[in-house]
């Protein structure tokens, strides 16, 4: 050993030994309840100073007042948890929760409730492999490895069951007295600031977790304690009278696509020329006033399938069927094809797995370089998968129609450059890295409408095909939430619905319709272009498809239904 380092540990020996006495086990647990408060909610405590300019003593005492009360309500937590067998997994998974937390809320500006936790367990190997970064290593190595080892490796006395119980529950007791005297003292100020800003309450690490997780498993467990609920037993295809092949629908779930930087919307970049040209020559029809249902992937996609609407999907906890149910049992074949992170439980009853493509596992050197595919994947399976579910209709029975439906990746982020292949770029620079806030707004921007350009050549794409089949079809695009891309402060997207800005809820939506088709369902020319500016949402989806698909229900509501103008041309009835 080098005598410098002799001289080294020699000198902190005496401190060492002093540290290296068995802690009194409240006493750890203060610690880490102290770390938890502090630096565990580093993005609380900066929204919270935040709130107002003038930082006189009311802010001071505000924030002090705050920060007994969320150590108080750590130091319970902490004290009905914390036991000896799992002392140590257990402070560690708290301050995984904490750092991981504050690095996304940080980094995004996004807030921990239950529907971004049931994104989080429902993610994919791609969506982490897109978040990982530089500095999120960094916040889990000072966040989470180095206190880590120190909690890991701290002695602790060992105390008798009964003993210990009594004074954790003591303990507990203590701070919440303390909690609840802070909160009397504190009411009026701290009540008004919790009523005027939501997001700080979901903001408060560990607990935003422990609620959501809460939440969610309470919610699981209802529904998987209940049986499905079937909807649309009496579904039928509607005899217009009209002859004429089985109709092709094309419905495209879009992703994280906002009306704000899409061209037909009227942004000032022509982020979708080749939907314009069809808007133009009069065959497609663009729905300005469009909003989402939720503001993830995981709320709006099982959203727009059921016949629920926004508000009573939020409180629902009885499973039901859904559109594609209803579709099927009037007869009509339904595909779904994914180049996402799955169909959130919509396609579960499809026939079979052949069904549920995914594209995951694709491997096509252009359409998917480094292991994730561009949209158009979809395009080139698309006839080979249809051909084989249309021979799996049973003998005998005569095809009524056939529903598919793309799934896309359109604008995941954060690595929107990611969507879009090389040759496709027209806006640059780009930004090129998943920490967005490290970049340059505009070029945030750019990546961004480059991807929304794709989608439009995508979309584009998929009309020309439609063309080419020797049958009646349509296409119906509709975004499943927006993108927030710094305003406010705020990127991405999954705020709670309630204060969710604008940008992650307004949705573009358009509609392509073959001239067969408008034959076949006998609707005049145009009758749902009057809706195009009005107030629609989510809402309309289930009952407009089925009209679209022409499938009539009574769980079908017409004031739900934005092709209820159009009635079949008295001729064509049947
Ligand atoms: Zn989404």
Same mark, same amino acid.
Request: overall charge negative; charged content about 15%.
């Given at each position: 050993m080098p005598p410098y380092f002799t001289a080294f540990s020699a000198f902190f020996r005496p401190f060492s030994k002093a540290f290296r006495r068995p802690w009194h086990p409240l006493g750890l647990l203060l610690v880490l309840a102290l770390w938890l408060t502090t630096l565990g909610n580093v993005p609380l405590w900066r929204s919270f100073w935040a709130l107002t300019d003038s930082h006189g003593l009311r802010t001071g005492l505000g924030l002090l007042a705050m920060g007994v009360i969320v150590f108080a309500a750590t130091t319970v937590l902490l004290s009905l948890l914390v036991w000896p067998r799992w002392r140590k997994p257990v402070?560690?998974?708290? %301050?995984?929760?904490?750092?991981?937390?504050?690095?996304?809320?940080? /980094?995004?500006?996004?807030?921990?409730?239950?529907?971004?936790?049931a994104n989080t367990v429902q993610t994919d190997v791609r969506e982490v492999r897109d978040l990982l970064s530089g500095s999120m290593l960094m916040v889990l190595l000072l966040g989470v490895v180095l206190p880590g080892v120190w909690w890991w490796r701290q002695p602790v006395q060992q105390w008798p069951a009964m003993r210990l119980l009594g004074r954790q529950l003591g303990l507990a007791l203590l701070a919440l007295v303390l909690m609840m005297v802070v909160i009397w003292a504190s009411f009026q100020d701290l009540a008004s600031t919790m009523r005027n800003h939501k997001s700080l309450r979901y903001?408060?690490?560990?607990?935003?977790?422990?609620?959501? !997780?809460?939440?969610?498993?309470?919610?699981?467990?209802?529904?998987?304690?209940?049986?499905?609920? #079937?909807?649309?037993?009496?579904?039928?295809?509607?005899?217009?009278?009209?002859?004429?092949?089985?109709?092709?629908?094309?419905?495209?779930?879009?992703?994280?696509?906002?009306?704000? *930087?899409?061209?037909?919307?009227?942004?000032?970049?022509?982020?979708?020329?080749?939907?314009?040209?069809?808007?133009?020559?009069?065959?497609?029809? +663009?729905? !300005?006033?469009?909003?989402?249902?939720?503001?993830?992937?995981?709320?709006?996609?099982?959203?727009?399938? !059921?016949?629920?609407?926004?508000?009573?999907? $939020?409180?629902? &906890?009885?499973? +039901?069927? *859904?559109?594609?149910d209803v579709l099927?049992? /009037?007869?009509?074949?339904?595909?779904?094809l994914d180049n996402q992170s799955g169909c959130k439980g919509v396609c579960?009853?499809? #026939? *079979?797995?052949? *069904?549920?493509?995914?594209?995951? @596992?694709?491997? &096509?050197?252009?359409?998917?370089?480094?292991?994730?595919?561009? &949209?158009?994947?979809?395009?080139?399976?698309?006839p080979e998968r249809l051909t084989e579910l249309e021979k799996s209709r049973p003998a005998g029975k005569a095809p009524v129609g056939t529903v598919?439906?793309?799934?896309?990746?359109?604008?995941?982020?954060?690595?929107?450059?990611?969507?879009?292949? $090389?040759?496709?770029?027209?806006?640059?620079?780009?930004?090129?890295? @998943?920490?967005?806030?490290?970049? #340059?707004?505009?070029?945030?921007? @750019?990546?961004?409408?480059?991807?929304?350009?794709?989608?439009?050549?995508?979309?584009?794409?998929?009309v020309r095909w %439609?063309?080419?089949?020797?049958?009646?079809?349509?296409? %119906?695009?509709?975004?499943?939430?927006?993108?927030?891309?710094?305003?406010?402060?705020?990127?991405? =997207?999954?705020?709670?619905?309630?204060?969710?800005?604008?940008?992650?809820?307004?949705?573009?939506?358009a509609l392509w319709l073959s001239k067969?088709?408008?034959?076949?369902?006998?609707?005049? $020319?145009?009758?749902?272009?009057?809706?195009?500016?009005?107030?629609?949402?989510?809402? =309309? +989806?289930?009952?407009?498809?089925?009209?679209?698909?022409?499938?009539?229900t009574r769980w079908q509501q017409p004031e739900l239904d934005m092709f209820s103008a159009c009635k079949a041309k008295p001729a064509l009835r049947g």
């Open positions: 402070g560690v998974v708290l %301050l995984m929760v904490a750092a991981a937390n504050s690095y996304f809320m940080t /980094a995004y500006g996004v807030v921990i409730d239950p529907t971004m936790m903001m408060v690490n560990p607990f935003n977790t422990v609620y959501a !997780s809460g939440r969610l498993l309470v919610g699981q467990t209802t529904q998987a304690r209940m049986s499905l609920q #079937p909807i649309g037993e009496d579904a039928a295809m509607v005899s217009s009278g009209a002859a004429g092949a089985p109709p092709l629908i094309v419905l495209v779930v879009g992703e994280t696509v906002r009306a704000a *930087n899409f061209g037909l919307a009227g942004y000032a970049r022509d982020t979708t020329p080749e939907l314009r040209q069809l808007q133009t020559s009069g065959e497609l029809t +663009y729905f !300005s006033n469009v909003r989402s249902c939720g503001t993830n992937t995981q709320v709006s996609v099982p959203c727009m399938f !059921s016949h629920l609407g926004r508000e009573a999907q $939020a409180k629902n &906890d009885i499973p +039901y069927e *859904n559109l594609l099927q049992r /009037a007869g009509m074949q339904v595909l779904w579960d009853r499809l #026939p *079979n797995f052949g *069904n549920v493509a995914s594209t995951l @596992n694709l491997k &096509d050197p252009t359409l998917c370089p480094d292991g994730e595919c561009f &949209d158009e994947i979809m395009l080139r399976v698309l598919v439906v793309l799934h896309q990746m359109g604008n995941h982020g954060p690595a929107y450059y990611k969507r879009t292949p $090389a040759d496709m770029k027209q806006y640059l620079p780009e930004c090129r890295t @998943n920490v967005l806030q490290d970049c #340059p707004a505009q070029d945030i921007v @750019n990546a961004y409408d480059n991807a929304v350009r794709y989608t439009d050549h995508f979309l584009g794409q998929t %439609l063309k080419t089949q020797k049958r009646p079809t349509a296409m %119906l695009y509709v975004s499943d939430h927006g993108e927030s891309l710094g305003e406010k402060g705020l990127y991405l =997207h999954g705020m709670p619905y309630m204060m969710a800005p604008q940008e992650q809820t307004h949705v573009p939506m067969s088709l408008k034959m076949q369902s006998g609707w005049e $020319a145009n009758c749902w272009q009057k809706q195009a500016t009005d107030a629609l949402t989510h809402d =309309h +989806y289930f009952h407009s498809v089925l009209s679209l698909a022409q499938v009539k």
